[in-house]
């Protein structure tokens, strides 16, 4: 952060001024910092889901926190006995979204060992 810069033969008034201005700078960054620390586990989804080419990603997210509340309900150990059955499941649905996901050109080679339609 940057003084302000002040005459040499400030008034107290001045200084007061400048050092409100200081003090708000700094909240400001106080502020901007906390936000980026609390926004930073919604970017890493928004980035996960880039890197996964999914069309509807907020849906599949909908969709997803919808299913753990409805399975979790209201006691935590019916969620995490669910979570330990399905953890294996993971790699699949992955796999599965990203086929869903990804869209075909229209100018794709077809795969090997078909002849072209």
Request: charged share 15%; no cysteine; proline share 14%.
């Amino acid at each position: 952060m940057i003084p302000p810069r002040l005459p040499e033969h400030a008034t107290p008034q001045q200084m007061r001024k400048a050092l409100v201005r200081m003090r708000l700078e700094l909240h400001r960054q106080e502020l901007h910092y906390e936000t980026l620390r609390l926004t930073q586990p919604l970017q890493q989804v928004r980035a996960w889901q880039q890197q996964m080419n999914l069309r509807h990603a907020p849906l599949w997210g909908l969709a997803g926190v919808t299913l753990l509340g409805f399975f979790g309900g209201r006691n935590i150990g019916g969620l995490r006995r669910w979570l330990r059955q399905a953890g294996p499941y993971v790699p699949l649905l992955v796999s599965a979204l990203r086929l869903l996901g990804t869209p075909q050109p229209r100018g794709a080679a077809p795969p090997p060992g078909q002849p072209p339609p």
